[in-house]
């Protein structure tokens, strides 16, 4: 029983997306289960993919981040007004927006260490000011016209391969290796563990809840660049709803909201579960409004398992020390 159970928790999220896979397959065999549009699910989910992985280490580390989606808005249409109305060159511009999304990082992550308030009431402030940084860089409008070498990241092959799929490939590669093979990403999970014990054990809390928030606002400004290259425009709204989408895949993937818990390769699994979830559901010309629904009530019950696996955990605890 014991082994069933660790065979289901292991396993839980890539059976969910095994089986959504089949359902939509037998629903719509001669359009979803087709390569090209396996490619586009991949590709579409890579964006969301490469913002849920920043936002997965800022959940390891105990925290959270509710304005990544406005990051991705700002970004856009920084690199979009820098490339259009400033001429700069592709890689200037990309590296300002790059070195933006950090920024933006660090300033989140220092507002909420030095205050103490809640990452969730903080970050969801710096959400609405940046979503209306976001419309005073383009002056509310799309900025369009981009030069055809800004389209290459977001819409461009190396060989059959999409770029943007490329790019997320090597962020997990990059961030597995952090997160597993170094001491600081096992401080990471230290912090998110208990704070005060790794505090005093000698760990830099703070520094390294702040270096999350950093990790997360550079994934945030990547995801936004390729998202301007993929729609071929700059758009204020470009990161509208992202955060939930990526929260979701994140705690769908066994991201604990708590902190101290969370793996790179089901937090994937979590994305490519949102991936095939919104492509089989248009598809099936299903209303985007009831896909809202539907994407709530997924989140909400992801949430809900969340704490009813936590008040498990602690429940056997007290029976030990008892």
């Known amino acids: 029983m014991d082994k069933l159970k660790s065979f289901i928790k292991q396993y839980f999220v890539l059976v969910i997306l095994i089986v959504l896979i089949i359902l939509f397959g037998c629903l719509r065999p001669e359009s979803f289960l087709t390569m090209s549009n ?7 989910s890579s964006i969301m993919g490469i913002a849920t992985i920043g936002l997965l280490f800022v959940m390891v580390a105990g925290g959270i981040d509710l304005s990544l989606g406005s990051v991705i808005s700002v970004e856009s249409v920084l690199v979009a007004v820098l490339l259009t109305k400033f001429g700069w060159g592709l890689l200037p511009a990309y590296l300002c927006g790059l070195a933006g999304g950090t920024l933006v990082g660090l300033v989140t992550g220092a507002i909420i260490v030095k205050t103490g308030i809640f990452p969730m009431i903080g970050t969801l402030a710096l959400q609405i000011i940046l979503q209306g940084i976001a419309y005073l860089v383009c002056g509310g409008m799309p900025v369009s016209n981009l030069p055809l070498n800004a389209k290459m990241i977001g819409q461009g092959y190396i060989g059959p391969i999409p770029i943007p799929v490329i790019v997320f490939i090597i962020v997990i590669i990059i961030a597995a290796l952090v997160l597993n093979r170094t001491y600081i990403g096992r401080h990471f999970y230290a912090i998110g563990s208990n704070e005060e014990a790794a505090r005093l054990s000698g760990i830099n809390t703070n520094k390294l809840k702040v270096a999350t928030y950093a990790i997360g606002g550079f994934l945030s400004g990547l995801a936004g660049i390729i998202m301007l290259a993929r729609i071929s425009s700059g758009q204020p709204t470009a990161g509208k709803n ?11 993937g066994g991201v604990s909201l708590t902190g101290g818990e969370g793996k790179i390769s089901t937090a994937v699994c979590g994305v490519l579960i949102i991936g095939v979830l919104t492509n089989g559901m248009t598809i099936m010309n299903i209303s985007e409004y009831y896909q ?8 909400l019950g992801a949430v809900c398992l969340d704490g009813i696996q936590k008040q498990i955990a602690g429940g056997k605890k007290v029976k030990k020390a008892a």
Do not use: K, P, S, Y
């Open 38 to 44: 396996m490619f586009t699910v991949i590709r579409q």
């Open 242 to 252: 992202m955060e939930m989408d990526c929260l979701t895949a994140a705690v769908i």
């Open 292 to 299: 809202l629904v539907i994407r709530g009530c997924i989140f």
